[in-house]
């Protein structure tokens, strides 16, 4: 039995509780027995060496929970089951071993716990005690066999219970060597993990991976940042738009890369324009590698590269060499011609004939040079012009497209209570913004089973655009200060919803840059009501 301390209040050690638990079955066992002996064969009680036996016995259980065990050496513990067999000896003397039964439960403790040494000597006692047993009370044969049977079957029970031990002893020993290794196993890839994901979030390329249905499994810093998704709820759609062509018509959500991956397609270098929260465009490349595992479901990464710079770099490579084209085409056409003049003059020497026409031969030669730059790197990077009217029922509907899945997981209906169209004054790209920060609102306060209505009222001179949930809405005294940055209203700070309190700030400046006003009503309690109002185009108002 290994020693251990008792903790500071008073908890009995592993060896005290083994100590109590083996003598204590002994001790019931004879008390037992006595009993049954008093009603049945009371005369027993007579003989001295049994009743002797008995206090033994009774004596050494008392010993047994009174001695603070964790205390003394190892080997002290031997000398309770020791005394057992002395006790029981008493107790089986002349009664031609018909207690002698009661040694097997020492036997088995010393055969436990300690060497074979000792076993041995025990055996060795019992052994004594059957001779002069035997000598003092034998009648015969019959007798004699008696004893050895016993005597064998005790040595056998101890050699049994000491092998058996032994094998425990080092099962035991296995596996706590065993759970050493997993659990420095286990340390060992936790850290390569976290070593991993600090490489990941130290990387300046978006990284997302997903399951084989989909599921996101991990998404590092520059992937939550440029999508401006929530690191809380990364299913959320992020806040940035994707588009096919910059300032094109904007992705379907079936056609965006990450869904594209989360089906399990692969692609390498696909390009897409993506239009963040700051109202910046960022020229993106997208690809897929598929992770396969002999100990892991295979899974799906999504890289993501910015190759914003790049395009700029072609963009600035395309101004040059247009600028350098146009600079140059002009002197060598003023070169070229005046030598073709030069040539067409019949007193012409020789050899200023021959000179000119190296001159004009060089400038051709020029001229062919800086066209085939120029239609090399054409192409690159075309900025269009901010268009200057957009239609809103367009807008809204791509937007509503990225969200539903959203309000659906959260059993919010959307009622869709719009125009077919309805043009206005202002950039998609920036009005695309705001709708998304409406509608993310919108979705995001409302409790599972509310609403979300959209309408729209086309009047002569503007467009009325409104979104009412029936959300958590707002206290009243937080109304004035919804739009300031970083406010949150005290309703959305209890619903401990995440948020940053930017997105109606954004909101206002967007319509606001576009010639229109932002609105909001609300109760505590009863939802939220945001009106939009936006121009329309000239063209359109009625005269």
Same mark, same amino acid.
């Given at each position: 039995?290994?020693?251990?301390?008792?903790?500071?209040?008073?908890?009995?050690?592993?060896?005290?509780?083994?100590?109590?638990?083996?003598?204590?079955?002994?001790?019931?066992?004879?008390?037992?027995?006595?009993?049954?002996?008093?009603?049945?064969?009371?005369?027993?009680?007579?003989?001295?060496?049994?009743?002797?036996?008995?206090?033994?016995?009774?004596?050494?259980?008392?010993?047994?929970?009174?001695?603070?065990?964790?205390?003394?050496?190892?080997?002290?513990?031997?000398?309770?089951?020791?005394?057992?067999?002395?006790?029981?000896?008493?107790?089986?003397?002349?009664?031609?071993?018909?207690?002698?039964?009661?040694?097997?439960?020492?036997?088995?403790?010393?055969?436990?716990?300690?060497?074979?040494?000792?076993?041995?000597?025990?055996?060795?006692?019992?052994?004594?005690?059957?001779?002069?047993?035997?000598?003092?009370?034998?009648?015969?044969?019959?007798?004699?066999?008696?004893?050895?049977?016993?005597?064998?079957?005790?040595?056998?029970?101890?050699?049994?219970?000491?092998?058996?031990?032994?094998?425990?002893?080092?099962?035991?020993?296995?596996?706590?060597?065993?759970?050493?290794?997993?659990?420095?196993?286990?340390?060992?890839?936790?850290?390569?993990?976290?070593?991993?994901?600090?490489?990941?979030?130290?990387?300046?390329?978006?990284?997302?991976?997903?399951?084989?249905?989909?599921?996101?499994?991990?998404?590092?810093?520059?992937?939550?940042?440029?999508?401006?998704?929530?690191?809380?709820?990364?299913?959320?759609?992020?806040?940035?738009?994707?588009?096919?062509?910059?300032?094109?018509?904007?992705?379907?959500?079936?056609?965006?890369?990450?869904?594209?991956?989360?089906?399990?397609?692969?692609?390498?270098?696909?390009?897409?324009?993506?239009?963040?929260?700051?109202?910046?465009?960022?020229?993106?490349?997208?690809?897929?590698?598929?992770?396969?595992?002999?100990?892991?479901?295979?899974?799906?990464?999504?890289?993501?590269?910015?190759?914003?710079?790049?395009?700029?770099?072609?963009?600035?490579?395309? /101004? +040059?060499? $247009?600028? &350098?084209?146009? =600079?140059?085409?002009?002197?060598?056409? @003023?070169?070229? !011609?005046?030598?073709?003049? #030069?040539?067409?003059?019949?007193?012409?020497?020789?050899?200023?004939?021959?000179?000119?026409?190296?001159?004009?031969?060089?400038?051709?030669?020029?001229?062919?040079?800086?066209?085939?730059?120029?239609?090399?790197?054409?192409?690159?990077?075309?900025?269009?012009?901010?268009?200057?009217?957009?239609?809103?029922?367009?807008?809204?509907?791509?937007?509503?497209?990225?969200?539903?899945?959203?309000?659906?997981?959260?059993?919010?209906?959307?009622?869709?209570?719009?125009?077919?169209?309805?043009?206005?004054?202002?950039?998609?790209?920036?009005?695309?913004?705001?709708?998304?920060?409406?509608?993310?609102?919108?979705?995001?306060?409302?409790?599972?089973?509310?609403?979300? /209505? +959209?309408? $729209?009222? &086309?009047?002569? =001179?503007?467009?009325?655009?409104?979104? @009412?949930?029936? !959300?958590?809405?707002?206290? #009243?005294?937080?109304?004035?200060?919804?739009?300031?940055?970083?406010?949150?209203?005290?309703?959305?700070?209890?619903?401990?919803?995440?948020?940053?309190?930017?997105?109606?700030?954004?909101?206002?400046?967007?319509?606001?840059?576009?010639?229109?006003?932002?609105?909001?009503?609300?109760?505590?309690?009863?939802?939220?009501?945001?009106?939009?109002?936006?121009?329309?185009?000239?063209?359109?108002?009625?005269?």
């Amino acid at each position: 039995m290994r020693a251990l301390e008792v903790d500071e209040g008073s908890t009995p050690s592993s060896r005290t509780r083994s100590v109590w638990l083996l003598q204590l079955v002994l001790g019931a066992s004879v008390v037992i027995t006595v009993l049954l002996t008093q009603a049945l064969e009371p005369s027993l009680f007579a003989v001295w060496t049994f009743s002797t036996g008995v206090g033994v016995v009774i004596a050494l259980t008392a010993v047994a929970i009174i001695v603070p065990w964790h205390r003394l050496p190892r080997s002290a513990v031997a000398i309770i089951p020791f005394g057992d067999i002395i006790g029981i000896g008493l107790l089986s003397f002349g009664t031609d071993l018909r207690f002698g039964f009661f040694w097997v439960f020492p036997i088995t403790w010393i055969a436990t716990h300690f060497a074979v040494t000792l076993l041995i000597s025990t055996l060795a006692t019992v052994g004594v005690i059957i001779v002069i047993d035997a000598a003092a009370n034998g009648s015969g044969p019959a007798t004699a066999l008696r004893l050895i049977v016993v005597l064998l079957s005790l040595t056998f029970i101890g050699i049994t219970a000491y092998l058996s031990s032994r094998q425990t002893r080092a099962f035991k020993q296995l596996l706590r060597r065993q759970a050493s290794r997993l659990q420095g196993t286990l340390q060992r890839v936790t850290g390569q993990e976290r070593r991993v994901s600090q490489v990941l979030n130290g990387l300046d390329t978006g990284i997302a991976r997903m399951s084989a249905d989909g599921e996101v499994l991990a998404l590092n810093d520059t992937y939550l940042s440029l999508y401006g998704i929530d690191r809380d709820e990364p299913q959320r759609p992020g806040s940035a738009v994707e588009y096919a062509t910059l300032r094109g018509e904007p992705l379907s959500e079936s056609e965006r890369p990450f869904a594209r991956a989360a089906r399990g397609e692969q692609f390498d270098d696909e390009r897409v324009w993506l239009f963040d929260v700051d109202g910046a465009w960022h020229a993106l490349s997208a690809s897929t590698r598929r992770l396969v595992s002999s100990d892991e479901p295979e899974s799906t990464l999504l890289i993501v590269h910015d190759i914003t710079a790049l395009i700029e770099a072609e963009r600035a490579r395309e /101004r +040059l060499a $247009a600028t &350098v084209s146009h =600079e140059l085409r002009n002197p060598l056409t @003023a070169i070229i !011609g005046h030598a073709d003049l #030069a040539l067409d003059d019949p007193d012409l020497s020789p050899k200023v004939r021959e000179q000119l026409e190296v001159i004009a031969g060089a400038g051709e030669r020029m001229q062919k040079l800086i066209s085939e730059i120029l239609a090399n790197s054409r192409g690159v990077f075309r900025e269009k012009d901010t268009p200057k009217t957009a239609d809103a029922m367009r807008i809204i509907a791509s937007s509503l497209e990225s969200f539903r899945p959203a309000a659906a997981s959260r059993r919010v209906s959307i009622i869709d209570d719009l125009p077919d169209t309805a043009e206005v004054v202002g950039d998609a790209f920036r009005l695309r913004q705001a709708f998304d920060n409406i509608l993310s609102n919108a979705i995001k306060y409302t409790p599972g089973g509310g609403t979300v /209505r +959209l309408s $729209a009222e &086309v009047g002569d =001179e503007s467009v009325v655009l409104r979104f @009412a949930d029936t !959300g958590i809405g707002i206290p #009243a005294e937080d109304l004035p200060r919804i739009f300031d940055p970083y406010f949150r209203s005290r309703a959305a700070r209890d619903s401990s919803t995440p948020g940053t309190g930017l997105g109606m700030g954004i909101v206002r400046g967007i319509v606001e840059e576009n010639g229109g006003t932002v609105s909001l009503e609300s109760e505590l309690g009863s939802g939220t009501t945001v009106t939009v109002v936006l121009p329309i185009p000239l063209k359109d108002r009625e005269e």
